[in-house]
């Protein structure tokens, strides 16, 4: 199985910063990655999928990038909203799998 | 649009099956090509993919939990089913169903999660 890890665990930023959150993956997983945000109480919401392409109806300050084994999700200019936990998850290799995410809070 | 609705008991005892189902409203269940599948997220944990059943009936299950879980699909009911045996405490978790697109090649629509306790 292949193993993702995300970094960092958490993240503390402020609203209007911009957010760098990564996963790498234990071997290539070409460009099958997508990213997650969970907010609590709530399903999981599609961001990226295929390393960059955006999800319908998602906001274009969300972008994604990498291939292999490195992968970045980029949050331009963060809104109250965005403040939540991403998930990066492969479907290079099944089963599939996801990061342990990472909790981006308010600073 | 489609949306998914999981359902189910909220408490398991121990040794016993979780049974949970998920409704697809807003489209068919058969029509396009889909895995149809469960993730689960025990409390303070990231995600497990748990399974998964495409619209043409194959199953794929996570190894770690093969030997115990079946995915099965009622198209009369447009719903898809989980079932996992001899439950434990660690299979307290809450349950999401989800759609895996062949469009978007990821899980692009899930339910609101259905909170799952094992304990006597």
């Known amino acids: 199985e292949i193993v993702l890890t995300q970094s960092p665990a958490t993240l503390s930023l402020s609203p209007g910063e911009r957010a760098t959150l990564s996963c790498r993956a234990s071997?290539?997983?070409?460009?099958?990655l997508a990213w997650y945000q969970h907010k609590p109480g709530q399903a999981p919401r599609l961001l990226i999928y295929d390393s960059f392409n955006r999800a319908t109806g998602i906001p274009a300050r969300f972008s994604g990038s990498g291939s292999g084994t490195d992968f970045i999700l980029t949050i331009g200019s963060l809104e109250p909203e965005d403040f939540a936990v991403y998930y990066c998850q492969q479907r290079y290799s099944w089963p599939d799998s996801f990061g342990q995410g990472t909790r981006l809070e308010i600073k | 649009q489609v949306q998914l609705q999981g359902s189910g008991p909220g408490l398991v005892k121990p040794s016993q099956t979780l049974s949970l189902t998920c409704t697809v409203s807003?489209?068919?269940?058969?029509?396009?090509?889909?895995?149809w599948s469960w993730i689960r997220q025990p409390a303070g944990k990231g995600l497990d993919w748990v399974g998964r059943i495409s619209t043409t009936g194959n199953t794929n299950y996570n190894p770690s939990l093969e030997s115990r879980v079946t995915i099965s699909v009622d198209t009369s009911k447009n719903h898809f089913s989980l079932n996992l045996t001899s439950v434990t405490a660690a299979d307290t978790a809450v349950y999401y169903c989800?759609?895996?697109?062949?469009?978007?090649?990821?899980?692009?629509?899930w339910g609101q999660g259905t909170m799952v306790t094992v304990s006597s």
């Open positions: 807003g489209g068919s269940i058969s029509s396009g090509y889909y895995y």
């Open positions: 989800a759609r895996f697109g062949s469009g978007t090649t990821a899980f692009d629509i």
């Open positions: 071997q290539s997983v070409s460009n099958y």
